[in-house]
């Protein structure tokens, strides 16, 4: 099942959180995912679908995988 591109980058995010009670802030995260990613036209609109690999396992058959590198910087202070 593929979820929309946004979608699946705002879940990424998201989940990056320091351990609780530690009082530690993130300021600066590098993320390396691979996602299958698609497209489709959906009421004139060009969408964009993407999700982890249902798989590890590579084959013929299966969607292409593609690594999506995302570098997040938290600016200005806490």
Do not use: D, K
Not at 25 to 40: F, K, M, R
Not at 64 to 76: N, P, W
């Amino acid at each position: 099942m593929y979820y929309e591109f946004a979608e699946t980058l705002i879940a990424l995010v998201t989940a990056i959180e320091p351990p609780a009670g530690t009082g530690m802030y993130i300021t600066e995260a590098s993320l390396e995912v691979p996602l299958e990613v698609s497209g489709a036209i959906e009421g004139g609109t060009l969408l964009f679908y993407a999700s982890p690999p249902h798989t590890r396992w590579i084959s013929g058959i299966l969607p292409a995988v593609h690594r999506t590198t995302m570098q997040i910087v938290l600016e200005g202070a806490l």
